[in-house]
Every structure is written in structure tokens, then in C-alpha cells.
């Protein structure tokens, strides 16, 4: 990038001797190059320049050392002056300005810490160390670590990202289309299987995020093709240049922690190697951990799947370009304040880093929302806790770290204000706070942020040795002892199916951390040696990790684990799973916490990876937590529940506590009846304490989640009590439902008003929650129950409404053929453009579409629609007889049906629940369908009933009206009875009961829980509510019915 000026600057050196003639070239270069206008620097022929003070000296003066008296002069003497005598007259931190010096052949940088000057390396002229002076000249002042500034310096616009990633783009493009395999391939495949696992796009929204990235792709974007392997490949880019740049961010950090540190300016260092040079020490000093390692951090870098832009630099095609992206992050990276990090501490500051690379849409199609800070600080709050400094915490599922960060926030003050040491602190947060997370991206940008809120103790604890204790874990799958094995292991698989490495341990070795790490640690070293494992077992012994004993009683688990890494390394995967693997066992050897605390991935069953499912489903049986329902999303359970109970069962203390933000739905979800079950294992139940409800508001605000805080406990003794404290949120009074990211919890709590209800399961264990106003659930105790003589049936579902569900635009002259029209326009499936067709009109019935078509005790459809029903019900015989009757008696709408057979047979309700029947059979469809008289509800509206009967088909007479699948009914053959439980569906205690434990988009059958009077023809009052619901639904002034249906909810409130 500044090649040019650098080349300006060594051809000129030259010819300079004094330090005003090295002055004179360096000001007019920069000059001309920067567009920089320097001040000289009073009573000195010295340059200054918003907030950078550069003292020249005469050329080659420093003979390259550091040791020279011209340097010494140059740093400790003139700039530390300068520094000084600006930072007073200007008022502002002297830990802020930039020295610069110079002799035209070696240029040095020097800060203030502490009062005192320092400085970095001396280094040589060339392109990385221009690079660096201009970044310091475009900046004026050293950078604080800030969202701001990284976005500004490093995110997707930024020259250096879009620098970076490009090379990484086009190096990884060529790699995907060579040929045969490679380690980079092989490493993009293990990671899409497990990580980069897109929901389907559409082809706008390929393009989109393809342009909004920053870098290009060779490829064809606007293709269905795309979203699935196209998008993984941009994703995969970004996550390996956020991993480099976090990474890359604590080498700097700890590059400043004073005693600790191997060296200083890690980033400056670095940034002006050669390829070679450059690629061999961050290898080894960043993706090996060595740096920092040698600072006292253990295990900081152990994943290994992002590290593949190593190879990538040795490739002649694309290495150059990487190396030079590179050193165009290091030399940002160097002018950044990472000695103090105040502001820093105070946010996760890589979280909205993250949320700068990647575009809103892939964001969300991953599922991936980001927990604003203040709704962190509410969540905590909820735990009750009040000493933070004695109980341990656990986030699960950290992501980045945010509760993490809070967490240890409130540690430090209360610590700090019990004059606790900083080494006590400093202890005590690296034993207590805990995270996991499955994805490795998400492990370094949680590591990191936990070393930004610990620096300054690292500092003030020279030769301290710590481990941060966020691990590459799964929340649900963890490593156990076998129970179906005769022997005492613990096997365990990780990776996809791609790798898909089956872990055999000896149970006495996973369960000793210690033991594991250091036999791993050999294993890993042996296997990079392509070493068999009968020398590996001497090794062990050796070294004395293993007995002579051990050795012989676990050589079969030890060797085949051995072998199938060997395996692995033997076709390029290299030595990285004994890395991966220990994070694994160590979550196992956790322990017990006081606290678990987090928002774990709100993502249904069938949306997880399916190597992933089948490898949990075991664990998931275990702990009997999928609802007994299956075709009303029996398996649809959210994962957030699941990891609420593995989470309480393996490491949350009896009598601890659980606070997560889950999805309100979990509380009244048919799907999560498991759930609300809330039996864990071996006698411990998980005792629900309170739920904050947010759903009408969006504390995501680019999510439409629905969100609650859910805290519980883990009691052997208790088993969960009811009605317990529910909190209802909504706006304030002028406020907005959307809560912005930025608020602190002051402020947003400020806009939001709690109504403080409570919560009662509607009937037995694992039945829905009845939220309502304190003391009401039991006023209401006459509706609850299953209604003995009342059941609730779902539509006709027919999967291709724009085909089932036609218009009639005439009738036959004979009346024996009616012309329908399909509609193209009702529903996601493309079934080609409008036709019209004759048919025979006899399975045409009137439609009643959806929630619009209807209000209380009123049925006015918007559109005069048909439905084709071509079966009365779903058995063997009712099919037959269907086919058998188009067969002989309908060979128009035989001839309809066949016109869209490929489609009709593709549909899934067909291939998934209709086995034997004809294509064009449809579902939910019994003698219930065909009754004279319906009571009918939606399924996604506030509550309220109507009654239909009948209507006219043109061509063939009054028929019965068909309620679409979006509708819900109970059949009769009476008009009376059908009224009167109209009438008493619309009262208003029924309708408050019903809403009270129903999600209004997954209303269904209320009279699971529900069970009011059936119709008594002898009683008068019964007769006279149904005579006012048929004169409501025979009114059509609006006001006047709203007289009528209050007339009905007073008399019905007096039936029950």
C-alpha cells in the first residue's frame, strides 16, 4: 500500500547526512504521500502532528540498535520532553500521543505508560514500517479498543477487512475447485457440517448479502444452488478472518501486560517479518498458543479449524496477497491502546464487531441474536444473588461472552469494596466463572473478552499462571461413562461426518483432568511425528503418565483412539483433535456451579444438523422431554429446554439456580409438555421460581422472538409449586415496543411497565401455563378439565390451496359441469399460471378460508371461494372408495387432478401421513366435516366462535361449509346445541380462560383443557343463549350485534 513512499524514502536516505536533511525528506514525502501539514516543535527543527511527535536524527545515527546513545537521546530525552510539555498545554492523557523516532534507515515508536516513556522495536525501513507510520499520522492518537474503532479500522468497509478477506476468498475458492482432496477443503466441509449450516435463502437475498459482504466471490449467486454451498463459503471466510483478527487482538493485549510478556508491540513486530518469517511466528506464536503461553495463559488458542490461511500463505498463487492482508492488520493492530482498557471492560466489545461482518440476513438465517447488555443486567438481577464473590457461574451457551462479562463486572466490585488483592480476584474469577459453547469462533471472541476484563490483574501479578475456563463444549452432548459397556470408559464423538472421530478413554483418565491433559499432550506431540502407538505407549510410561499396569489395562480404548487421530493426521487433518478433544473431557471434570446463567440457541429439533440430532437423541430419550403429541410438534421441542435440564442435571448444584432467556412458548407449546414436566434425573426436579414475559415487546430488535427470563432451582426435596410470579411486559405510556441495543438497563427499564400475574398449569403434569391476574385461575375452576362431550377438529388440509381451494366462474348449460379457476397466488409452491377447467361439481363444497371470514357470532367470508374434497376421510376404504367413485363418475376432475400430479404427489402432508391413498387425496377430513352445523374458532386470532351451516355451490345446491386447516371446530347436527356452545365459547370468562393459556398462533383444540355445559334442550336459559347467538349472527349492524353478544357473555357467565 506504501510501497511507493517507501521506496521514495530509502532512495532519498542517501543522499542525507544531517538530521534536518533527514527531516527535510521525511516532511515532504510524507507531504506529498499523506497530505500532512506538520508544526514544528518549539525551539527544535522537529516535527509534530495532531497528537504524533516525530525527532528526526542524522542519517544512520542509531547503527540499528537501541542501545545507541542517538537513540536514547532521541526517545528518553527530546520525545519524552515533548510528550510531556504537549500533553499539559493540550490537557490531554500524554498515554495517548505517539513518538516517532527516526534516522532515515530505522524508525522506532515510543508511548507513555505510567509517566514513564517506552519503547517498541527498532525497525527497519521498509513497506510494514511506512505502513506504520501512516497509520499512526491517519489516526493522530493511539486507538482505544472500542466497537467503534475496530468496525472503523478492521470491519467489512475497512481496507484492511475487505483486504483480508478478499485474499482469504480467493485463496479458498481455488482450493474448493482443485481437485481431489486438501486440508483446507477438508477443514471448509467439517466446519459447514457443523457450524455453517444455512436456512434456505431466497435467490434476492443471496445477492444481497453477497454484495453487502465486503470481498467477491467467483460464482453464480442467483441460484437456488447458491444459499447452500455459496453462502457457507462466504460465511466461512468471515468467521476464519474474525477468528485471525480476535486472536491476533489478544496477542496485542498481552504483548502489554507489562512483566508478563515475552516482548512488547506483538503486532509491530510481527508486521514487519517477511512471508516466510511472518507466517512461521504467528503459526507458532498464535495458533500454537506459545506467546501467549509464555505470559502465563494456558490453552488460549486450541482451535484449529480457522488456521487454515496458514497453508493458504504457502500457496504461490494466493500467498503473497495473504501475507500482505497480514501485515495490513498488524499495522492497524499496533497503534492500538491495549495497556489500558478501561472502556474496553465495560461491553462486549467483539460482539458488535461480529455483528459488522456478518449481514442482518445471513445473521438471522443462522439464528444467531446477540443478547443486548442491559437485558444481560436484568437477567442477572433475576438470579437473586447477591454476594457474587462466593458461588461459581456457568454460561453454557457463552457465545461471546456477554454474561460472562457482567458477571465478573459484579465480582470485581464487590471484591474490590472487601479490599480483596488483585490476585485474590484475579483467582477466584478464573475458578468461578465458567463458559461453553460449541462453536469455536464464538470460544476466542469469549476468551478474549474475558483477558480485556482481567488485564489489569494479570498486570499487577507477574508470574501468575491462568487458564481461562471457556471450553469448546456441548451444553447437551458431554462426555459420560458407557452404560452398556462392560468395561469402565467414557466414549464420546466429535466432528461431523467428515471427520467424525469416535473418542474410547479408560474412565479413570477422562475424568482426571490433569492425567488427560498431560497424556494428550503427548499423544497430540507423537501423532505430529507420525509415531505408532506401541512407541507412543513407551513414551507415556516414559514420561511417567502411564503405570506399566495402565498401560496394559488401557491399551485397547488408548490405541484405538490413538489410531483413528493417527488415521486422521495421516490424511491431512494434522494433530488438532487432542486439542479439541481435552475442552470436551474438561467440561465433564467441571464440576458443580452455584449459578447457570445465559441464553442458549433458541432452535427447533428439526432445524439442528441431523448427525447432531441422531448424536444427542439418546441424551434427549434420557430425560423423557418430547411431548407425547408427535404430529402437533411432538419433536418440535425448542433446544433451549433441553439444555435447561442437562444443564441442572451435570452442573448445577442442588438448590442452585438457573436464569436463561428462553422462547415464551416453552410455558404453552403443546410441543414442550415435556418440559413443564420439569422431572430431571434421579430424583432432582427443576422448580420454575418466576418468568418475566417480554413477548409484546422486542428486546432483539432485529429478531420477532418471543422472549422470557426463566428462573429456576434444582431440588431433590421440592417438586415445583403453582400459581408462582409471572411478569407481564409492555410498553410505557410513549414508549416504543422495539428496546434498543444501546440502552443501559436504567433506561430501558425506564420504557417498560411489569404487571406482575401468575402462572398455574390449565390441567395436569406438563399442561399448558394459565397466565392471569393474581387470584383468578382459581375463580375459574369450574372450566378447567377436558371437556367430556366437546372436541376440537383441525380443517382440511390440503397443502396446495391455490389448487384445492378455486373460484367458479360458470356453470354448464346441462348444469352438469361447473369451470373452476386455480389460484396461483395462494401459497409459496409455484403451480404455473391461472387455469380454468371443467369439472363435475360434486366434491366442491363452500370454503370458510381463515380468521378474517368471521368474528363472534358472525360469518362474512371475503372471498366466495370452493373446496374440493375428493375423500370423506383418511382409512384404506374411504381412499378406495374415493378413487373408485372419480374413476367411474368424474373423468373431468379426474382429468384436473392428473394435470397437476407431480405436485400433488410431492406434498408433504401426503408423502408424510397419507400412506396408500390416491395422489390427490387430502387430510383431516372425517364424517366431522361433513356435519350440518359447526362451531368454528381460528387458529391464530384473538379468541372468539361463529357458527357455519351450509351454502350454495353453483351447480349443485346448498352444501355444507368446509373450514380450511387454519380453523378449528366442533361438529353437530343440530343447530341448538351448536349456538348454545357458541354462546358460551364467546362469554367472557371463557374467553379470558382460554387466551390465558393458548399461544394465539397455535390455538387448536381448547377443549383439551376446557370443559363447559353441554346444551340441555329442557333448560330455558340454555334455549334462550341460543336463540340470541342465531339473532347475532342473522345481525349486520355492528353496534347493534355488539348489544347482542353483551346479552350472551352476561347469560353465559350465569350457566357456568
Known amino acids: 500500500m506504501y510501497q511507493e513512499l517507501t521506496d521514495r524514502l530509502t532512495s532519498g536516505v542517501a543522499r542525507c547526512v544531517t538530521e534536518e536533511e533527514v527531516r527535510f525528506l521525511w516532511l515532504s514525502e510524507l507531504k506529498s504521500a499523506l497530505g500532512v501539514q506538520f508544526q514544528a516543535e518549539r525551539e527544535r527543527n522537529d516535527a509534530y502532528y495532531n497528537g504524533v511527535v516525530i525527532e528526526f536524527k542524522n542519517a544512520g545515527l542509531f547503527g540499528g540498535k537501541t542501545s545507541s546513545p542517538a537513540f536514547k537521546e532521541a526517545v528518553y530525552d527530546r520525545l519524552d520532553k515533548y510528550i510531556k510539555r504537549r500533553s499539559e498545554s493540550e490537557g490531554e492523557d500524554s498515554a495517548d500521543y505517539i513518538g516517532i523516532a527516526t534516522d532515515g534507515r530505522h524508525v522506532a515508536f515510543a508511548f507513555m505508560q505510567d509517566d514513564q516513556i517506552v519503547h517498541r522495536h527498532l525497525m527497519p525501513i521498509c513497506e510494514s514500517s511506512v505502513s506504520l507510520v501512516a497509520q499512526a499520522l491517519k489516526d493522530a492518537k493511539r486507538r482505544a479498543v472500542t466497537p ?78 447458491a444459499s447452500n454451498s455459496i453462502i457457507p463459503v462466504a460465511l466461512f471466510v468471515i468467521h476464519t478472518y474474525d477468528s485471525l483478527l480476535i486472536k491476533l487482538l489478544g496477542a496485542e493485549i498481552v504483548s502489554m501486560l507489562g512483566d508478563h510478556t515475552a516482548y512488547k508491540g506483538f503486532a509491530e513486530a510481527a508486521s514487519v517479518l517477511g512471508d516466510v518469517e511472518l507466517t512461521q511466528r504467528i503459526a507458532a506464536e498464535i495458533e500454537r498458543g506459545e506467546f501467549f503461553s509464555r505470559a502465563g495463559i494456558q490453552g488460549f488458542v486450541e482451535e484449529a479449524i480457522f488456521s487454515w490461511y496458514l497453508d493458504a500463505a504457502t500457496d504461490p498463487a494466493h500467498g503473497a496477497d495473504i501475507c500482505r492482508g497480514l501485515r495490513q492488520v498488524l499495522v492497524g493492530l499496533a497503534m492500538y491502546r491495549t495497556d489500558n482498557l478501561t472502556v474496553a471492560r465495560s461491553r462486549d466489545v467483539l460482539k458488535h464487531f461480529y455483528q459488522d461482518l456478518v449481514p442482518d440476513a445471513l445473521r438471522k438465517s443462522l439464528g ?36 460472562l462479562l457482567a458477571t465478573i463486572k459484579r465480582i470485581r466490585q464487590q471484591a474490590e469494596a472487601a479490599s480483596w488483592s488483585q490476585k485474590a480476584t484475579l483467582e477466584h474469577i478464573t475458578r468461578s466463572v465458567w463458559g461453553f459453547d460449541l462453536n469455536p469462533l464464538a470460544v476466542q471472541a469469549a476468551r478474549v473478552n474475558l483477558l480485556i476484563s482481567i ?11 491462568i487458564e481461562l475456563p471457556v471450553l469448546l463444549a456441548d451444553a447437551v452432548y458431554s462426555p459420560a461413562r458407557n452404560p452398556d459397556s462392560d468395561e469402565d470408559t467414557v466414549e464420546y464423538t466429535i466432528g461431523s461426518q467428515v471427520a467424525n472421530l469416535k473418542v474410547t478413554l479408560p474412565a479413570a483418565l477422562a475424568l482426571d483432568r490433569k492425567r488427560l491433559d498431560a497424556v494428550f499432550s503427548t499423544m497430540g506431540e507423537l501423532v505430529e511425528a507420525d509415531t505408532d502407538y506401541p512407541d507412543v505407549e513407551q513414551k507415556l510410561i516414559a514420561r511417567r ?154 428486546p432483539f430488535p432485529d429478531a420477532a422472538n418471543k422472549t422470557a427470563i426463566f428462573v429456576a432451582s434444582k431440588s431433590r426435596s421440592r417438586v415445583p409449586s403453582y400459581p408462582l410470579p409471572y411478569y407481564v411486559w409492555n410498553a410505557a405510556p410513549g414508549a416504543k415496543k422495539v428496546i434498543s441495543a444501546s440502552l443501559d438497563k436504567a433506561a430501558a427499564l ?84 391461472k387455469q380454468r377447467h371443467w369439472i363435475e361439481p360434486d366434491m366442491l363444497y363452500p370454503l370458510l378460508k381463515g380468521a378474517s371470514d368471521f368474528s363472534a357470532c358472525y360469518v362474512s367470508p371475503k372471498d366466495e371461494l370452493y373446496a374440493l374434497v375428493p375423500n370423506r376421510g383418511i382409512t384404506k376404504e374411504e381412499y378406495d372408495g374415493a378413487e373408485a367413485l372419480i374413476d367411474a363418475e368424474m373423468p373431468q376432475l379426474g382429468r384436473y387432478f392428473t394435470s397437476f400430479r407431480e405436485l400433488l404427489a410431492r406434498r408433504s402432508t401426503y408423502r408424510g401421513r397419507m400412506p396408500n391413498a390416491p395422489y390427490y387425496a387430502v387430510y ?47 361438529d353437530f347436527d343440530a343447530a341448538e346445541p351448536a349456538y348454545f356452545l357458541c354462546g358460551m365459547l364467546n362469554t367472557a370468562k371463557v374467553r379470558q380462560f382460554i387466551e390465558s393459556h393458548v399461544i394465539k398462533t397455535q390455538i387448536g383444540n381448547v377443549f383439551k383443557h376446557l370443559s363447559v355445559p353441554q346444551f340441555d334442550a329442557k333448560n330455558p336459559r340454555h334455549r334462550e343463549l341460543a336463540a340470541l347467538v342465531e339473532q347475532a349472527h342473522a345481525e349486520h349492524d355492528q353496534a347493534k350485534r355488539q348489544v347482542l353478544l353483551a346479552k350472551i357473555s352476561d347469560l353465559g357467565s350465569k350457566l357456568l
Open 924 to 970: 383431516n377430513v372425517g364424517n366431522y366435516t361433513f356435519a350440518p352445523w359447526k362451531v368454528i374458532w381460528a387458529e391464530q386470532k384473538d379468541f372468539c366462535a361463529a357458527v357455519v351451516s351450509t351454502a350454495t355451490v353453483p351447480g349443485a345446491g346448498e352444501r355444507v361449509v368446509v373450514p380450511d386447516h387454519k380453523l378449528f371446530f366442533v
Open 545 to 698: 503418565q502411564l503405570s506399566q499396569e495402565e498401560a496394559d489395562s488401557w491399551r485397547l480404548p488408548l490405541s484405538e483412539t490413538y489410531g483413528r487421530v493417527l488415521d486422521l493426521h495421516r490424511k491431512n487433518w494434522n494433530g488438532i483433535w487432542f486439542r479439541i478433544v481435552r475442552n470436551f473431557f474438561w467440561s465433564a471434570t467441571a464440576g458443580e456451579f452455584d449459578v447457570v446463567i445465559g441464553n442458549p440457541p433458541w432452535v427447533r429439533w428439526s432445524k439442528l444438523p441431523e448427525l447432531y440430532r441422531e448424536r444427542v437423541m439418546p441424551t434427549c430419550r434420557d430425560y423423557d422431554i418430547f411431548s407425547s403429541t408427535p404430529h402437533h410438534g411432538g419433536n418440535e421441542l425448542d433446544i433451549s429446554a433441553m439444555i435447561s435440564y442437562t444443564v441442572s442435571d451435570k452442573w448445577l448444584k442442588e438448590e442452585g439456580q438457573l436464569a436463561f432467556l428462553v422462547t415464551q412458548t416453552l410455558f404453552q407449546s403443546p410441543s414442550s409438555e415435556g418440559f413443564r414436566r420439569f422431572r430431571i434425573k434421579d430424583g432432582y426436579n427443576l422448580i420454575p421460581e418466576s418468568v418475566d414475559d417480554l413477548k409484546s415487546l422486542k
Open 750 to 833: 425506564s420504557g417498560v411497565i411489569i404487571d406482575q400475574q401468575e402462572a398455574t398449569p390449565v390441567g395436569g403434569e406438563g399442561s399448558p401455563w394459565a397466565v392471569l391476574p393474581v387470584g383468578e385461575f382459581a375463580s375459574m375452576a369450574c372450566l378447567t378439565g377436558q371437556s367430556e362431550w366437546a372436541q376440537g377438529r383441525k380443517g382440511v388440509t390440503v397443502d396446495l390451496n391455490g389448487i384445492y381451494f378455486v373460484s367458479v366462474t360458470r356453470v354448464s348449460e346441462d348444469g352438469n359441469l361447473v369451470q373452476i379457476e386455480t389460484r396461483p397466488e395462494a401459497g409459496k409452491t409455484n403451480i404455473g399460471p
Open 455 to 465: 488485564t489489569d490483574l494479570l498486570a499487577a501479578c507477574p508470574g501468575s499462571r
Open 148 to 225: 467503534e474503532n475496530l468496525i472503523e479500522d478492521f470491519g467489512h468497509m475497512s481496507p484492511a477487512g475487505a483486504g483480508m478477506m478478499q485474499a482469504l476468498a480467493d485463496s479458498l475458492m481455488s482450493q474448493l475447485a482443485a481437485k481431489g482432496p486438501n486440508k483446507i477443503k477438508m477443514l471448509f466441509e467439517e466446519w459447514r457440517h457443523l457450524y455453517g449450516q444455512v436456512a434456505d435463502l431466497s435467490a434476492n437475498q443471496v445477492d444481497d448479502i453477497l454484495r453487502s459482504i465486503g470481498f467477491n466471490l467467483t460464482c453464480k449467486q442467483a441460484s437456488k444452488q
Open 368 to 403: 444467531e441474536f446477540y443478547t443486548p447488555d442491559w437485558l444481560v443486567e436484568v437477567t442477572l438481577d433475576k438470579t437473586g444473588v447477591s454476594d457474587w464473590t462466593d458461588k461459581r457461574f456457568l454460561d453454557p451457551t457463552c457465545g461471546s461472552g456477554s454474561f
